[in-house]
């Protein structure tokens, strides 16, 4: 019996990365009145065009009827399942999938799925999904990649930035007022995860110098707790993101790929949105 993992969209783990660790993946949608997308079948730069067309849409979670598909074809196998999914703070994926696994249960009674809440999104999810996936390809037994998959979650922390704040804005994230006062003074909040929620690290002036804060934090959870991968997100403003993965490579001798992130995180942060995710040796919660 193999054990398989299972994450969504909001990982943003490529095709590539998913063939390579056997990772399956399920996608989120967004929708406006007239049409709904799932997003994995829309690119970034389309989307956010048709944003300014359309206003901000909604995301939706993956639909029941895939999720159980994916599910009953892993335990009809007679392999073991572990779910990876975006906060349940975020979306009702976490939820559905609870749910879903009581469907197959009555089917399939001795199925062995077990799902994990990321209390994240993005290449926080996406991590703990790749470390789960290699320990499975080393023969781990479920309870096994289980623990480290929790394990990761304890070890990993995402940091990133808005280029302004009108997306936080329209996405209720913050009030209108903060939003302008915040643009003329060019304050930018450093933005993290905590606790399946997003949640301002610290404020600082100026886009540059938020960089340098994130960075600072880097190098410091690094020096105290060692740090194994990063990757570096963005949306839509890649030249940023090649500047800050070279930054990081002096800093800190390590290559930091970069990935985009998709419509379902974007939408609350806006174009221009730039930051990372990292792990490290040891907790750091």
């Given amino acids: 019996m193999a054990v398989k993992i299972l994450t969504d969209s909001t990982s943003y783990l490529s095709e590539e990365i998913c063939r390579e ?13 007239d049409m709904s997308v799932k997003e994995v079948d829309i690119n970034n730069e389309d989307f956010y065009r048709m944003m300014e067309e359309k206003g901000i849409p ?3 979670q993956p639909s029941i ?8 074809r892993v335990v009809a196998n007679g392999d073991s399942l572990v779910c990876i999914f975006l906060s349940s703070e975020m979306s009702g994926t976490y939820s559905s999938a609870l749910m879903v696994k009581d469907m197959v249960l009555e089917e399939y009674k001795d199925a062995q799925i077990e ?16 470390v789960g996936a290699r320990a499975a390809k080393e023969g781990k037994t479920l309870n096994e990649v289980v623990e480290l998959v929790k394990q990761n979650l304890r070890r990993s922390r995402f940091l990133f930035i808005p280029d302004n704040l009108e997306y936080l804005k ?28 997003t949640a301002i690290l610290t404020k600082v002036r100026t886009k540059k110098n938020a960089v340098s ?17 990063i990757v570096v997100h963005h949306i ?50």
Avoid at 65 to 72: A, T
Avoid at 238 to 267: C, Q, R, T
């Fill in 236 to 285: 839509n403003c890649y030249s940023e993101a090649l500047d800050l993965s070279k930054l990081i490579e002096e800093k800190l001798g390590v290559k930091a790929d970069i990935v985009d992130i998709g419509p379902v995180i974007g939408l609350h942060v806006g174009p221009g949105a730039i930051g990372f995710v990292y792990y490290t040796e040891k907790d750091m919660r």
């Fill in 21 to 33: 660790l056997d990772i399956k993946k399920i996608s989120l949608s967004v929708s406006w009145n």
């Fill in 213 to 229: 804060a994130m960075i600072d934090k880097l190098v410091k959870d690094s020096s105290i707790y060692g740090l194994k991968e």
């Fill in 115 to 130: 799902i994990i809440d990321s209390r994240s999104n993005c290449m926080q999810l996406g991590f703990a999904a790749i």
């Fill in 65 to 72: 009827g895939e999720m159980l598909e994916e599910m009953k």
């Fill in 170 to 197: 329209k996405g209720g994230r913050i009030g209108g007022a903060k939003a302008l006062i915040g643009n003329l003074l060019k304050i930018i909040p450093i933005l993290t995860v905590e606790d399946g929620k």
């Fill in 58 to 60: 909604k995301s939706s």
